[in-house]
């Protein structure tokens, strides 16, 4: 081989060396520069949540504060004869709003919906008798106490149901309760995940006004809700009382996470309506008798009751 023939060899053979190369060093580039995928449940939840304080920003910027509520509870919120939203919850959401400086906007949804149209950002604030638990307080924030409730069982009148001192008692009985409420779920953990009583005998409503009907009409033989509906009902016919005090709840104003300015303007005109008495008289307004003192400490729940 010749001299020449060598050389257009070598020459050849380093040309190859030399693109095999430029090809391996822009392989190793571009794996230094590309981001990496990444497994998205690692991202940290601020990295994509939206931002803290927008509600407030919008409710400034619009001067309309959305409540979410469910009308099927007086004394707490109802419709009137004339079709209006009336009752304690529908007046505090209102004066709130008033000390705000903004228009209330009320939105009318079934009480189980109401903690997820607050995660949906679809209201901005949630008040229908609702009470504070560890269970709601991981999906939602929630206002300081504005009232105290106590449980009440209803029977039809005439019925021969004995007075029920503890939860087991209510065992025998075809019991009407709302869904999603704390009385569902204490009823199904007291009674029913315990054995004492059937699945079938625990009638779980969208509407508790439809329970009392029933109750009423003797389809079923108890109701367990709050002691203020419960006396609603008493006032107008047909049931009595046969127990209560099982059950103390706190309720709160329901409130977005990552919303620590709305919330903060929520608990302060709280604290003016408690210092000024607008909250008391309120409250007597629509129970019918003086409200007994609030907790200044919002009390921890049993995880019983959520």
Do not use: H
Request: proline share 7%.
């Amino acid at each position: 081989m010749s001299n020449r023939d060598y050389n257009i060899i070598l020459g050849i053979l380093v040309t190859i060396a030399c693109i095999i190369a430029a090809v391996l060093f822009y392989i190793v580039y571009r794996a230094s520069v590309v981001d990496p995928i990444v497994d998205p449940t690692l991202v940290p939840a601020t990295a994509t949540a939206t931002a803290p304080d927008d509600a407030w920003l919008r409710i400034q910027s619009t001067g309309i504060l959305r409540a979410g509520t469910s009308a099927d509870y007086p004394p707490f919120a109802c419709r009137t004869a004339e079709f209006n939203l009336d009752g304690l919850d529908i007046a505090i959401i209102n004066e709130i709003g008033r000390r705000l400086g903004v228009t209330v906007e009320l939105d009318e949804m079934a009480f189980e919906g109401l903690c997820w149209a607050l995660q949906l950002e679809q209201v901005d604030v949630a008040i229908a008798a609702m009470s504070i638990t560890p269970e709601r307080a991981e999906a939602i924030n929630f206002s300081d106490i504005y009232f105290v409730s106590e449980d009440a069982a209803l029977a039809k009148e005439g019925s021969n149901i004995p007075q029920l001192l503890k939860v087991e008692e209510m065992a025998p009985f075809r019991i009407g309760v709302q869904r999603a409420t704390v009385y569902s779920n204490w009823l199904n953990q007291s009674l029913v995940d315990t054995g004492l009583m059937s699945p079938s005998q625990l009638i779980e409503y969208e509407d508790i006004s439809f329970a009392v009907r029933d109750l009423r009409e003797g389809r079923i033989d108890l109701v367990v809700l709050d002691l203020p509906p419960a006396q609603v009902a008493v006032n107008q016919g047909g049931v009595v009382v046969k127990g209560q005090g099982l059950n103390t709840q706190f309720f709160g104003i329901g409130i977005p996470k990552e919303e620590p300015t709305l919330l903060a303007r929520v608990n302060s005109a709280l604290a003016d309506m408690k210092a000024d008495g607008t909250l008391a008289t309120l409250t007597e307004k629509y129970m019918g008798v003086a409200p007994p003192p609030l907790p200044t400490v919002t009390p921890t729940p049993q995880s019983t009751q959520p």
